[in-house]
C-alpha cells in the first residue's frame, strides 16, 4: 500500500474509533488498570529477524526506525536509570525441519515461517543491537506467540515482587497481544507502551491497540511511562 492509502486507512480507523469508544464506555468498557508500584519492562521480539529488512517477519521499518527504536531506547534508559527489570523476549527453534518426527514447533509452523527462526543463527533471533541488554537484563526465549505461555516469566515476575508490566514490541496482533492478555490474566498490571508497538500490516497496530484498550491493559505513551517511572525513584527518595 502507499503512504496514501496508509494515511487514509489510519483516518477511517480513527474515525471508527471514535464511534466505538462511545460504545464501549456507554456499557463500562475501557477503564483504567492504571500503574503499580513495582514495574517491570516486557519487550517482546524486537530481534532483528523482525527489526531488520530482508525476513518473513520483518515489520514495518519506517515506524521500526523512526518510531518503536527511538521509543524503547528512550524507555530502556529511564529503566535503567531507575533500577527497573527488564525482560528481553525472542524466538528461535532448535528443530526447524518442518519434516521431523519430532521438532519444538508444535504445530505453529502449519500456519507460519517460523522454521526460518534457526536457533543455530542467532543472529536471526538476537536482540537488535540498537536496543541490546546490557548486565543484569534477562533474555527469555519463548517458543509460542505469548511471552508467557509455557516459560519461566510469569515465576520470575512474582518472584521478584512485580505488580506492573509495560509491554513493548512486535506483533501488536499476536505476540504483543497475547502477552498482554496473559499478563492480565496472571495478575500483573498491563501497559501497553503505544510508539513501541508495531506490526507487518497496516492499520494492525491502530486496531489492536484500540481493542487491547478496551478490554486488556492502558494503552500510555513513551512520555508517560517515562515520567512514571521518574516519578518512582523521587517516591521512594
Known sequence: MTE???????RMLQQAFETASQLYKER???????????????????????????????????????????????LLAACRANGIPVVHVTTAYEIPDRTSAFTDMG???CKIPIEVVDIANKDLWAIDSRI??????????????????????????????IDTIMVTGVTA????????????????????????????VPGAVAWNLFDIDAKFADVETVDTCVAYLNGLQRAAA
Open 173 to 200: 496482533c499476536a505476540c504483543v497481544r497475547q502477552t498482554i492478555c496473559d499478563g492480565l490474566a496472571d495478575g500483573f498490571r498491563t501497559i501497553a507502551v503505544k510508539e513501541c508497538i508495531g506490526d507487518r
Open 28 to 74: 463500562g468498557f475501557q477503564r483504567r488498570v492504571g500503574f503499580g508500584s513495582r514495574p517491570a519492562l516486557i519487550s517482546v521480539d524486537l530481534a532483528n529477524a523482525w527489526t531488520r529488512p530482508g525476513n518473513p517477519f520483518t515489520c514495518d521499518q519506517e515506524k521500526m526506525n523512526g518510531e518503536i527504536i527511538p521509543g524503547m531506547q528512550k
Open 4 to 10: 496514501i492509502d496508509n494515511a487514509a486507512l489510519d
Open 107 to 109: 504445530l505453529w509452523h
Open 132 to 161: 541490546a541488554p546490557v548486565p543484569g537484563e534477562y533474555t527469555l526465549l519463548k517458543k509460542r506467540a505469548s511471552a508467557f505461555h509455557g516459560t519461566e516469566l510469569a515465576g520470575i515476575l512474582r518472584a521478584n515482587d
